[in-house]
């Protein structure tokens, strides 16, 4: 049974970084971090496959890392950069299948980290 809980949101003004961290137990092949701004739709950024293959979204390449310490059984979203479009609620997910980053292919969530850039 998966579990994931998401810390390390907060605000912080433009151009500035911030470290989102994603607590998780149990094992999935695929995590990855999504959001998802006020009447938007939940949006893929960054998924890390059990075997260390990453894959970025466009809004997120260049821009944010996704690495995963093991020991900690924590996942990390590193964001640099920071644009007042990327306030959001921030959210991890496991699934199955890193084949594509869409929510439909994850079943287990988080319940998010906001996410404010001003």
């Known amino acids: 049974h998966v579990q994931l809980v998401e810390s390390g949101g907060g605000s912080v003004q433009a151009g500035g970084s911030l470290k989102l961290s994603c607590e998780y137990s149990?094992?999935?092949?695929?995590v990855a971090w999504f959001r998802q701004g006020p009447g938007k739709e939940r949006e893929g950024l960054a998924a890390l496959d059990s075997d260390g293959r990453m894959q970025y979204s466009n809004s997120a390449k260049g821009r944010f890392t996704i690495n995963r310490d093991i020991v900690e059984s924590t996942l990390y979203l590193r964001m640099n950069r920071l644009r007042a479009e990327d306030s959001a609620m921030y959210y991890c997910?496991?699934?199955?299948?890193?084949?594509?980053?869409?929510?439909?292919?994850?079943?287990?969530w988080g319940q998010g980290t906001q996410v404010t850039v001003s």
């Open positions: 997910a496991a699934g199955d299948s890193c084949r594509s980053i869409v929510a439909r292919r994850f079943d287990v």
């Open positions: 149990g094992y999935r092949h695929c």
